[in-house]
């Protein structure tokens, strides 16, 4: 009898370590699953990606790009009228108390509409070339700007005393150089009208503002 319990004895006493080894292990088991951190949700992009767009949207379609602030910068200088986009003429003079009066027209021949502002530039030349006298002066005016349409026309007034009346010194131009306001190349026109003021006492020759038309 001492030997047959002596193994139940042993038997009983290793089921009970092999049953608190099986507990010991769920426990440490569990222990580990409720220390392991919980995944982190992923923040929702959609939500603050959407925010972000829609905060900076507005702003870049508020603020110009620059290529948009080139292309107004261009679109104010390209529209002045430049000298090869105009034909300029002298008209028929108008005289009246001793004076000689003559239109001068600048007309637009492109195919654009262009602007003109101010006073144009006015020289008497020689067959030579040379000037004769000085520059006119520009009478007081507040200019305004002359919109020209393909076709249309802007004018100036030019003025001088009647020399016959005046004694001032003349001389008899070849041409008129008339360069329009800001341009830098004149363009040529035909003098046919004879003697101007050169030099000596009223030999002054005025000019006026654009305007638009071809003339009083």
Known sequence: MANTSRPVGRTALLASAVALL???????SESSTSSA???????????????TATGTAPAATAAPSDTAGSASASARTDGRCHTSELRAAVGRVDPGAGQRNFPIVL????????????YPGAAFVGASGEQLGPDPERAPASPETVTLTPGKSAWAGLSFSSPQISGARTATPAALLVTPPDEHDPIEVEWTA?????????????????????GP
Do not use: M
């Open 22 to 28: 099986g507990l010991v292990g769920a426990c440490g």
């Open 107 to 118: 007309t637009n021949t492109s195919d654009r509409t262009c602007t003109l502002y101010g």
């Open 37 to 51: 951190p919980r995944p982190t949700q992923a923040p929702r992009t959609t939500a603050p990606g959407t925010g």
């Open 194 to 214: 004879g003697e101007v003021p050169v030099g000596g006492d009223e030999s002054s020759v005025s000019l006026t503002a654009l305007e638009a038309g071809t």
